[in-house]
């Protein structure tokens, strides 16, 4: 697709004639599966792509209570603020994180058991955040689910200008990008180069789990994101043995965790790995990336020398 097309799908989330679009240009090059799906679902770019889903919900959900609490124009303050220091300013002014900064405890500690019952209960972090039950039983062993999510935040808000940098939240505060905030795919010149060395023929997409299709091969890199946080132990023992057998020695893993050590760490280690953390949420210090959601993130090189050295 010609760039403009591709920026009103997936940066403002809307376009006029999208079903035309992808019936005429994106429908043969999919599975029928994938067919199906977006064939009954192409009304999300009438309405905005990024309403859509459970996070999507939220979103809207985030969106309208902004509304009612006449909270749009502080949120617009904040995403738009020229300095980090307008921004921390804008981020103090919310009414919540000045309760939850200056409140006494015991207001503050029913405030929390409301705002947990209602937005963080554990149907909402699982259908709306993603984040599910055994996850956030790693985080509620070392913290408070309203704690952790203030802290997060805070420590995005108070050291990270967002305005032309964290199109993260700028998605899930206004429900689209914008061309100085967006994803680098989204990009012109990005697109055009990716579009120019045709990188999509470099692109496999599999269906199926994690451990099978590294089972296919030998890689010297893996990204295994935070899904040994959801899936206990037998399974973290089934995966670190894999990862040993098809990690090529001085081959690299990567992973994020929600607890700042994760109990599988101990599992990927006796399997053969040196594991290093490499950054990690801490007092005083709640900020290790531009999302900030995970306490913590790891490396593990397979111990062994590669093959020539």
């Known amino acids: 697709l010609p760039y403009e097309d591709v920026w009103k799908l997936f940066g403002e989330g809307v376009h006029e004639d999208a079903e035309a679009l992808f019936q005429?240009?994106?429908?043969?090059?999919?599975?029928?599966?994938?067919?199906?799906?977006?064939?009954?679902?192409?009304?999300?770019?009438?309405?905005?792509?990024?309403y859509f889903g459970g996070m999507g919900m939220m979103i809207m959900c985030m969106k309208y209570t902004a509304m009612l609490l006449g909270m749009q124009r502080n949120i617009a303050a904040f995403l738009e603020a020229p300095?980090?220091?307008?921004?921390?300013?804008?981020?103090?002014?919310?009414?919540?994180?000045y309760a939850w900064k200056h409140m006494p405890r015991v207001l503050w500690g029913f405030?929390?058991?409301?705002v947990t019952s209602i937005f963080l209960s554990k149907p909402m972090m699982w259908f709306g955040a993603g984040v599910p039950p055994a996850q956030l039983k790693l985080i509620t062993d070392e913290v408070p689910i309203c704690e952790y999510v203030l802290n997060l935040l805070d420590g995005v808000a108070t050291t990270n200008h967002l305005r032309?940098?964290?199109?993260?939240?700028r998605v899930c505060l206004t429900g689209k990008f914008t061309k100085s905030c967006c994803p680098f795919w989204l990009k012109k010149e990005n697109f055009d180069e990716l579009k120019r060395t045709n990188a999509v023929t470099?692109?496999?997409?599999?269906?199926?789990?994690?451990?099978?299709?590294?089972?296919?091969?030998?890689?010297?890199r893996a990204v295994i994101m935070d899904h040994m946080d959801w899936?206990?132990?037998?399974?973290?023992?089934?995966?670190?043995?894999?990862?040993?057998?098809?990690?090529?020695?001085?081959?690299k893993i990567i992973w994020r965790s929600a607890t700042r050590d994760p109990p599988y760490r101990k599992q990927i280690e006796a399997a053969g790995f040196e594991c290093k953390q490499e950054a990690a949420h801490a007092q005083?210090?709640?900020?290790?990336?531009?999302?900030n959601m995970y306490a913590s993130f790891w490396s593990g090189t397979r111990i062994g020398k590669a093959e020539g050295n």
């Not at 300095?83 to 994180?97: I, M, Y």
């Not at 994690?210 to 089972?215: C, K, T």
């Open 24 to 50: 005429r240009e994106i429908f043969p090059y999919l599975s029928q599966d994938a067919v199906e799906f977006w064939s009954e679902r192409m009304f999300y770019f009438k309405h905005g792509l990024y």
């Open 83 to 97: 300095t980090l220091e307008d921004q921390v300013k804008a981020w103090n002014s919310f009414w919540l994180v």
């Open 111 to 114: 405030l929390q058991w409301l």
């Open 164 to 169: 032309d940098s964290n199109y993260f939240y």
């Open 202 to 220: 470099r692109l496999h997409i599999k269906t199926g789990t994690y451990q099978s299709e590294l089972e296919k091969c030998e890689y010297t």
């Open 231 to 251: 899936l206990g132990e037998a399974y973290g023992d089934q995966l670190s043995a894999a990862l040993a057998r098809q990690i090529a020695p001085g081959g």
């Open 284 to 291: 005083g210090t709640p900020y290790i990336d531009r999302i």
